[in-house]
């Protein structure tokens, strides 16, 4: 089929389906709308989790696929109106034709100016039609444009990770390779956006283009480019596509402009919704937690009023409570690093003596955390027995539940404290607050 493009029945037939895609943007527009609109929700509860247990190198994959989903989708909203627009001026050229002027009996001056700026019917229809199919191809173009920074980002901390951190070829061997990489990249990507925004500048000058071009290689692998590089070249050699591409840079800056303004109506209230003492966030109670997209942000209870005897705690774990549990107990930091991503594809290896020595250092695991962390109400410190668990939510974390029952009717204040080293002093500093009133079942 490769050697095909060149017969003239191939190309009648690809000129054949350009004239009939309209109905092929269509399909595909309206089944990429509903489904970017279902996953745009499911993307953004990912992300306030992703945000909320710290999952470092989880954060910028779902901000990847938000910023796609959100570029796609205002792509294809536009592209199904004009597409819209061009289908109802075909239906009406169908019944009034080209436009009369002469029939509309404007002076003379207004006669003119529209001859000029409309000059017929038939040119609008062609020129919604244009706008649409370029529309449509962009669309997706862009998006390619996002994994190709994603790949350059990733390239760079690959870098810092597998080879300056992991030590891939020794000590100082390593430091030097991984700074000459993540130069090679930065340097790299800077020519290349240069040569981006510029239209090719870089390789229409003949000395350029010659130490330009041992970076345009490499990076046409890094940003995936081979993939989608006839696509571009096809915008840039038409100034009515190329025009088009560079206006739609200004609309989607100016969109996010207008997203990130909002009315504030108060001096004090963002700054009293930052103290705990004072504010009641409804994040914190497990009952208030009816919608999917609620979760625990960083701890729970069960009730913002309390009637029963106990108080169950969850605390929401992320990364930075396993650092500080090793800071506190350094034998349980493993030689070996194993957070961040992995395959479901496990190889079993280990002894009985393994499975030992990890349920071991499980159980110290969690003691560490009991140790590092006391709970507090008011000013009086309640004894607590955290163990692992899973909230509603699905959110993993540490529970346990706090003796109550002695405690007077009211307003009070439950505080989890951690312990904190600063320069060899160590003392408990405030984790979570959260407010609560008890009142006893008569």
């Not at 190198?57 to 901000?63: A, G, M, N, S």
């Not at 002469?102 to 229809?125: C, G």
């Not at 990770?161 to 070829?169: N, Q």
Request: glycine content about 4%; charged content about 20%; proline content about 2%.
């Amino acid at each position: 089929m490769s050697s095909d493009y060149q017969n003239k029945g191939f190309k009648e037939l690809l000129d054949k389906l350009q004239q009939e895609s309209w109905q092929l943007e269509l399909i595909i527009s309206g089944f990429a709308i509903f489904g970017l609109f279902t996953a745009l929700p499911e993307l953004k509860l990912a992300l306030d989790i992703a945000k909320n247990e710290e999952q470092t190198y989880y954060i910028p994959i779902v901000i990847l696929g938000l910023t796609s989903c959100a570029i796609l989708l205002f792509n294809l909203l536009i592209h199904v109106v004009l597409r819209g627009l061009w289908i109802g001026a075909l239906g009406l050229r169908y019944v009034s034709g080209d436009i009369d002027f002469e029939s509309l009996n404007y002076s003379e001056k207004f006669t003119r100016f529209l001859k000029k700026r409309i000059v017929s019917f038939d040119k609008y229809v062609a020129t919604l039609e244009n706008y649409c199919s370029i529309l449509f191809a962009i669309s997706f173009l862009l998006i390619f444009y996002v994994i190709s920074l994603a790949a350059i980002l990733l390239s760079i901390v690959g870098v810092a990770m597998l080879i300056i951190e992991g030590k891939l070829f020794g000590e100082g061997v390593s430091d030097v390779v991984g700074a000459i990489l993540i130069l090679f990249i930065i340097f790299g990507s800077f020519m290349v956006f240069l040569d981006f925004i510029t239209q090719g500048f870089l390789k229409k000058k003949k000395w350029l283009s010659k130490i330009y071009f041992p970076f345009y290689w490499v990076f046409s692998f890094i940003t995936l480019s081979f993939l989608y590089r006839p696509l571009v070249y096809n915008f840039l050699d038409n100034r009515f596509t190329k025009r088009l591409s560079f206006f739609l840079v200004p609309i989607y800056i100016l969109i996010l402009t207008l997203v990130s303004f909002k009315y504030k109506n108060s001096n004090y209230l963002e700054s009293i919704k930052r103290n705990s003492n004072i504010y009641v966030d409804h994040q914190e109670y497990e009952d208030k937690l009816v919608e999917k997209d609620d979760f625990v942000k960083r701890a729970s209870i069960q009730s913002q009023v309390i009637s029963d005897p106990y108080v169950k705690l969850f605390r929401v774990f992320n990364e930075n409570i396993e650092d500080r549990i090793y800071q506190y107990n350094s034998g349980l930091k493993p030689k070996e690093d194993q957070r961040g991503f992995e395959t479901s594809i496990v190889t079993f290896n280990s002894g009985n003596r393994s499975y030992r020595r990890i349920d071991s250092l499980s159980k110290k695991y969690v003691e560490t955390f009991n140790k590092v962390h006391q709970v507090y109400i008011d000013t009086i410190a309640f004894p607590s027995d955290f163990m692992l668990s899973k909230n509603t939510k699905n959110q993993t974390g540490f529970e346990t539940f706090l003796n109550i029952k002695n405690l007077k009717e009211g307003k009070h204040l439950l505080r989890l404290k951690r312990l904190r080293i600063r320069r060899k002093d160590t003392s408990y500093i405030n984790d979570v607050t959260i407010p609560f009133w008890y009142f006893k079942n008569n």
